[in-house]
């Protein structure tokens, strides 16, 4: 491996790929992010049924942890994308269109993979909740703070400080699931790296490119976990 070619051919000269592996990295953050956003909303109301929800709530909620922590992304993936262009097709075909209609492919992959990281979210913050201690509540109800305030500064504060950890978990397999999203024609980063090693015939070198890009990503993912955790942590003694 020539360590100055490989700089060249990554790079953003006349002959460099680093542009496209840029966009497909911008690409892949996006997912991911969009991802995070869904796999919280979804882990808060399953969450929610599982702490305080009735039997019915409690047991939808541990059906869909269950099933969606035990499919792999991929499948989920091809579910929503193909899964779609039947339910889409089939309206369609009422206005008598015949063509071949689907979910967007990056649409379609954020939504699995936010559905299926949801499903760990759930337990990250279950587990985070049960985490907060229970006179720091009652101290709460105490001062006279209704539900409402008890949440926004007391029960949410504390159970984001917890669950941060696991949060940044379900990041970094965001991160990494997203390199399915090219089984849909997305172009995020290992797609990209795909095109460019195959354009180049110099796949060894792209796709330690592309891991490279994912360390720092993860290295830099991780510094901003800790800061969070360092903010929120503000006036526990630690250990």
């Given amino acids: 491996m020539d360590l100055a070619r490989t700089f060249e051919l ?11 592996l840029l966009a497909g990295t911008a690409t892949t953050l996006a997912a991911a992010f969009c991802g995070l956003l869904l796999s919280f909303v979804l882990g808060a109301l399953g969450a929610s049924a599982k702490v305080a929800g009735g039997p019915a709530a409690r047991a939808a909620a541990e059906t869909y942890t269950t099933i969606l922590r035990g499919v792999p992304e991929l499948l989920v993936i091809f579910l929503f994308y193909f899964g ?7 309206i369609a075909a009422l206005f008598q269109y015949q063509g071949f209609i689907a979910l967007p492919g990056f649409l379609a992959g954020v939504l699995a993979i936010g559905v299926v990281e949801g499903a760990v979210m759930v337990e990250v913050l ?18 006279g703070m ?3 305030l008890r949440f926004r500064r007391i029960i949410a504060p ?17 991160l990494k699931g997203s390199s399915l999203l090219s ?12 095109v460019a090693a195959g354009s180049t015939r110099l796949p060894f070198d792209f796709y330690v490119a592309a891991g490279a890009i994912y360390i720092v990503i993860t290295v830099s993912s991780g510094v901003v976990f800790q800061l969070a955790e360092r903010h929120y942590s503000r006036g526990v003694a630690r250990p």
Wanted: aromatic share 8%.
């Fill in 84 to 90: 779609s262009s039947s339910v889409l097709g089939a």
């Fill in 126 to 143: 279950r587990g985070a909740f049960l985490a907060v201690k229970p006179g720091e509540i009652e101290a709460a109800k105490a001062c």
């Fill in 10 to 20: 990554v790079g953003f000269g006349p002959d460099g790929w680093g542009a496209i």
């Fill in 146 to 148: 209704n539900t409402f």
């Fill in 183 to 194: 089984a849909t024609g997305v172009a995020e980063l290992m797609r990209q790296t795909q």
């Fill in 158 to 174: 504390l159970t984001l400080r917890h669950a941060l950890p696991g949060i940044g978990n379900v990041w970094i397999g965001l």
